[in-house]
């Protein structure tokens, strides 16, 4: 049996206008009332910004470079992904809400929730938070294969399709330009770390060291070159505790487009047409106009 036909895809719901998937809408209630630990960090992001490698480097740095120490689990059960849910099939069960209330102190959990709906308990203890974004475009294609290849999502449909909907908004976790830019706005207001893919990819040690910073933690050059070298893409891909090939069985399938895809800066020219690029870049000047936010397309 093929993947197609054993595991039957999610349904989108509406929440306040951002779109979820039913599994992920039907907990939401309860991850409202999740309470937060003062020393709690978030690891926030819109899918597909970077957020598996975001979350790589702070346990690298929390373990003070410990390879070891690191590869103790996967990703998604070292730092729960705090609203994904999940119950069938069975081998990709999964409750990042369980997860993380049953963790001791400190956590690192993670989330794609826009900023208004992250639980306000993270607020009230005043946590910090690491939001990373990615440009709009490679945002788009990585999102665009995450789709094909995790059953958990709904049809992408042709590229073209997914195009539209990705710029209407009417994918899971609702509006790449609505996210970027309520967390730009919040990180006035709150202790938010606001990074960039196209900057860590462009010079990963001075966006470690950033973060290195914000969590008040002290590391060795020896250690700080550790962890540059074990957060590569190239390291990354081949470790089974980062790449995903050991969660979501069932789900995920590796062979339509790994997890790991390309993690490259302006792919998105692969896949743009002409066309498609004018359409987008007149519409994203509309969307992004009432934000300061900046982003690099290419290197
Ligand atoms: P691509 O599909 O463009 O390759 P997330 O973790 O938020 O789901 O993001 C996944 C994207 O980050 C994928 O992008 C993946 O390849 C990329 N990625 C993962 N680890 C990376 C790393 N160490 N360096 C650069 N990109 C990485």
New binding site residues.
């Given amino acids: 049996l093929s993947l197609e036909q054993t595991v039957s895809r999610s349904a989108l719901v509406e929440l306040e206008g951002v779109v979820l998937i039913e599994p992920v809408h039907r907990t939401f209630d309860q991850v409202q009332k999740f309470k937060a630990r003062p020393d709690d960090l978030l690891i926030a ?1 819109y ?7 975001t979350q ?1 480097i702070v346990d690298m740095i929390q373990q003070n470079g410990d390879v070891e120490k690191c590869r103790r689990d996967t990703t998604c059960k070292r730092q729960p992904f705090l609203e994904w849910s999940f119950q069938n099939p069975p081998s990709a069960r999964y409750s990042g809400l369980e997860l993380a209330e049953a963790m001791p102190s400190p956590r690192t959990i993670k989330t794609h929730l826009p900023v208004q709906l992250v639980p306000p308990s993270f607020w009230e203890q005043n946590c910090k938070v690491i939001y990373v974004a990615r440009n709009a475009k ?1 945002n788009l ?2 999102y665009y ?2 789709h094909r290849m995790n059953k958990g999502m709904p049809e992408p449909g042709t590229w073209d399709e997914f195009v539209e909907k990705f710029m209407n908004g009417k994918v899971l976790w609702g509006s790449w330009y609505d996210h970027v830019k309520g967390w730009w706005k919040a990180k006035d207001k709150h202790r938010i770390l606001y990074l960039f893919y196209e900057d860590m ?1 462009e010079n990963p040690k001075q966006e470690i060291q950033k973060i290195v910073k914000f969590l008040e933690k002290d590391i060795n050059e020896e250690v700080l070159n550790k962890i540059v070298y074990n ?3 190239e390291i ?1 891909k081949e470790n089974p505790m980062a790449n995903y090939t050991k969660d979501f069985e069932g789900i995920m399938d590796h062979s339509i487009s790994p ?6 800066v302006g ?1 998105w020219k692969n896949y743009f047409t002409v066309a498609q690029n004018e359409k987008f870049d007149e519409d994203y000047k509309k969307k992004m106009a009432d934000t300061s936010l900046v982003f690099r397309m290419e290197l």
């Fill in positions: 992001t899918a597909k910004a970077g957020t598996t490698w790589e490679d294609v990585s294969h995450f990819k957060t590569s893409f990354m997890f790991m895809r390309k993690g490259a792919d």
